[in-house]
């Protein structure tokens, strides 16, 4: 087993026995956890070229080294404190914050930390098969960096679990390991992480997409009240960072190979990229439909008594709250597109009721950045085509346009027609046929990269291209 000594932290964990021996206790099952649910044929021949963590200054998060991935040391940060910091929003605004549990919001509190933890685990299982299907050793490399990153974020959720809310934090750190993505009796929470991820197109998106829902909820979290939650979510950031770097540079590559595909002489230029195992760019727009559409249901329902509760109780915040002018929004008004009777009208919100609301809007306008990096590659191929997102109402599964369909382009359409042309914009079971077919082969050479995708601009830490970022040692 391995030992507290071994949990990098600054939290003085060796200072606190009875938190120390509940991690002890926790590790095991985490460990096991990690080689059945984690990266499977990864865990005890390779050797995996990873950063971790081992202090929150920029040199000691940046420490990397070649580990065998169950032995990597998942370890427990908080960003340093803000000195004489208070409480940023909704009722409680300017008093100083908490570095307890205040008793009348342990079940709000409870229940964010658990949510946002089980998403953790969650992405993990989901892609604990596609290292068999990897497009290259960089890849490889960058897939079970987010996945080791993944897991210490489950660490810092169960770390505030077992240090702020005793017996019951103890069993909710154990469910954490218990719930199962997909599993039909205990499925993880919400619903995007149920879903397999099967293809590296897929991956890509979903880094892109649903990573950046982490981004808005962690930014969200780290304006909270309860500063150890602030602070912990406040480091976790700086990871998130990479994991949509991951997203977004992928299918930038993506995007760039295809586009020199579609050029190529050897299809006589036809743009018929699937003759040379290439994606084409209406597949890459199905999926980019499906991954955001599913990201935003992530949000919540636009109206939202939770969400207004988390607010009013100074648990929850919006992203970048000290970018607002006024924080305790008691009497602001949002302007809803809501739905009537099958007719969408803009209605008036309580602007604490639209809390939801207003991070998406944070998340749709983050994502648009990355959407205008990809047509630039277009347009330097001297390619017309574009890709975009899709209407917000497009394809949701929570909240107000659950139950009425619209087209990607925000037209409204009947159940008849949505059945007959969803897979006009969503990804087929075909697509799914076509993408693994492409990548059953996996490229475990170091500098060869799988034709779908080009290679990255350059290496991970200084090192080439072609290092050997994953190697095998019996
Ligand atoms: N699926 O009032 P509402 C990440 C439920 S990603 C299923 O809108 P609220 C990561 C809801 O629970 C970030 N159920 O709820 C990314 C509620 O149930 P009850 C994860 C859903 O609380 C990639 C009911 O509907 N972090 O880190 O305002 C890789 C009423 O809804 C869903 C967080 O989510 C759904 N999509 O909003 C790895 C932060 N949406 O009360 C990691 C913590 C709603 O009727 N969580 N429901 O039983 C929260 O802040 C909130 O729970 C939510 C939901 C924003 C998610
Ligand atoms: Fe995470
Ligand atoms: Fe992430």
Same mark, same amino acid.
């Given at each position: ?6 949990? #990098? ?13 509940? *991690? ?40 990397? $080294? ?13 960003? +340093? ?22 008793? &009348? ?31 290259? *050793? ?15 974020? *489950? ?12 017996? +019951? ?31 590296? %197109? ?32 406040? =480091? ?32 006589? =230029? ?10 084409? %760019? ?19 329902? &636009? ?16 992203? &970048? ?24 009208? !803009?209605?008036?919100? #309580? ?27 277009? $347009? ?32 409204? %359409?009947? !159940? ?25 082969? #996996?490229?475990? $050479? ?29």
């Amino acid at each position: 087993m391995i030992s507290a000594e071994k949990i #990098p932290n600054n939290v003085d964990l060796h200072m606190n026995k009875r938190l120390q021996r509940a *991690l002890e206790h926790w590790q095991p099952a985490y460990i096991q956890w990690w080689k059945d649910m984690g990266p499977q044929g990864f865990q005890h021949y390779h050797q995996v070229y990873v950063r971790t963590a081992i202090s929150v200054d920029s040199a000691g998060w940046a420490h990397f $080294e070649y580990v065998k991935l169950p032995e990597y040391r998942w370890g427990i940060f908080l960003a +340093d404190p803000v000195v004489n910091r208070t409480i940023g929003f909704g009722d409680f605004y300017g008093q100083p914050v908490w570095q307890e549990v205040p008793g &009348e919001f342990r079940n709000q509190l409870r229940r964010l930390i658990v949510t946002q933890g089980d998403t953790e685990p969650a992405s993990v299982e989901q892609q604990r098969w596609l290292g068999h299907r990897c497009p290259s *050793l960089y890849d490889l490399r960058n897939l079970f960096q987010v996945n080791v990153e993944e897991g210490r974020h *489950l660490w810092a959720m169960v770390y505030l679990l077992h240090s702020y809310f005793g017996r +019951d934090g103890r069993d909710e750190a154990e469910d954490l390991l218990a719930r199962q993505s997909g599993n039909r009796d205990k499925p993880r929470i919400l619903d995007a992480f149920n879903e397999p991820i099967d293809t590296w %197109l897929d991956f890509f998106m979903f880094t892109m997409f649903t990573d950046r829902d982490g981004k808005s909820q962690l930014l969200s979290l780290s304006e909270s009240s309860l500063d150890p939650l602030s602070r912990t979510t406040r =480091f976790m950031l700086t990871e998130e960072a990479h994991h949509m770097f991951v997203g977004e540079t992928g299918i930038t590559r993506i995007v760039k190979r295809t586009a020199e595909l579609m050029r190529s002489e050897e299809i006589g =230029f036809s743009g018929d990229v699937r003759k040379l195992g290439g994606i084409d %760019l209406d597949m890459i727009q199905r999926h980019i439909n499906l991954w955001f559409s599913l990201s935003l249901d992530l949000h919540g329902n &636009e109206i939202s008594t939770n969400a207004a509760a988390y607010f009013s109780n100074g648990l929850k915040g919006r992203a &970048e709250e000290d970018k607002w002018s006024e924080h305790r929004v008691i009497e602001d008004i949002y302007k809803l597109e809501a739905v009537e009777n099958g007719e969408v009208k !803009k209605i008036d919100v #309580p602007m604490r009721n639209a809390m939801n609301e207003v991070l998406r809007d944070w998340y749709v306008d983050d994502c648009l950045g990355g959407i205008g990096r990809w047509n630039k590659v277009l $347009e330097d191929h001297g390619l017309s085509d574009r890709l975009k997102l899709p209407d917000r109402k497009f394809n949701r599964g929570i909240g107000q346009y659950a139950d009425v369909h619209f087209t990607p382009d925000g037209s409204y %359409l009947t !159940k008849e027609e949505w059945a007959r042309r969803k897979h006009e914009w969503l990804p087929t079971p075909a697509d799914k046929i076509y993408l693994l077919s492409i990548m059953n082969t #996996p490229i475990y $050479e170091p500098g060869k990269f799988a034709n779908y995708i080009a290679p990255p601009t350059r290496g991970v830490k200084g090192r080439p291209i072609d290092f050997e970022y994953v190697r095998t040692e019996m």
